[in-house]
T-cell receptor, first 115, second 111 residues
Framework: EAGVAQSPRYKIIEKRQSVAFWCNPI?????LYWYQQILGQGPKLLIQFQNNGVVDDSQLPKDRFSAERLKGVDSTLKIQPAKLEDSAVYLCASSPRSAGWDEQYFGPGTRLTVT | LAKTTQPISMDSYEGQEVNITCSHN???????ITWYQQFPSQGPRFIIQ???TKVTNEVASLFIPADRKSSTLSLPRVSLSDTAVYYC????????????FGQGTTLQVKP
């Protein structure tokens, strides 16, 4: 079965510019997650969707970050405007069940560099 | 979610057995213990999950003592390709599935 797909793999932008990341989860997976991983740290959850509804966005900087999951499948994460501290790898993950502590399948991530 | 503590780094040699211990003193009755592995430039990958005693799969074994305040991930006969960061996580099967990653243990396998 195909894994979680993400694009682009790499992105370099200047501060105050905007950027968008795309994620296609594993087919049939109800839950989708976006994580931010800063170099040397573990991933930090930004937002969790169940189908196309938001379950948890408590750690999403809502003044600059936004995310949507259209039709409960693909998702996009946007940053506008970007700051230097947003330089990180943005990981998308999905899991098959809609609730519970289920195994999460991660994509390869998008490495963002803000200059 | 229970906080976990694990060594920042470990070194080993090819062919050795590696044991990584994770401390989770505040684990709750409903909490399960899960380990993820992350290679450079890749997302984390699920390795193993358990509640008590011993769990074994084709990749690793997970040992959990009776008090469940710690757990040990055992990797048999490691190879260079096992060089990665290993994360220990504790969470409730009844919650939303939120994972809180710590800094993990960086395992370096040497030839």
């Amino acid at each position: 079965e195909a894994g979680v797909a993400q694009s682009p793999r790499y992105k370099i932008i200047e501060k105050r510019q905007s950027v968008a990341f795309w994620c296609n989860p594993i087919s049939g997976h109800a839950t989708l997650y976006w994580y931010q991983q800063i170099l040397g740290q573990g991933p930090k959850l930004l937002i969790q969707f169940q189908n196309n509804g938001v379950v948890d966005d408590s750690q999403l900087p809502k003044d600059r970050f936004s995310a949507e999951r259209l039709k409960g499948v693909d998702s996009t994460l946007k940053i506008q405007p970007a700051k230097l501290e947003d330089s990180a790898v943005y990981l998308c993950a999905s899991s098959p069940r809609s609730a519970g502590w289920d195994e999460q399948y991660f994509g390869p991530g998008t490495r963002l560099t803000v200059t | 979610l229970a906080k976990t503590t694990q060594p920042i780094s470990m070194d080993s040699y090819e062919g050795q057995e590696v044991n990584i211990t994770c401390s989770h003193n505040n684990i709750a009755t409903n909490d399960y213990i899960t380990w993820y592995q992350q290679f450079p430039s890749q997302g984390p990958r699920f390795i193993i999950q358990g509640y008590k005693t011993k769990v074994t799969n084709e990749v690793a074994s997970l040992f959990i003592p009776a008090d469940r305040k710690s757990s040990t991930l055992s990797l048999p006969r490691v190879s260079l390709s096992d060089t990665a960061v290993y994360y220990c996580l504790v969470g409730d099967h009844g919650n939303t599935g939120k994972l809180i990653f710590g800094q993990g243990t960086t395992l370096q396998v040497k030839p």
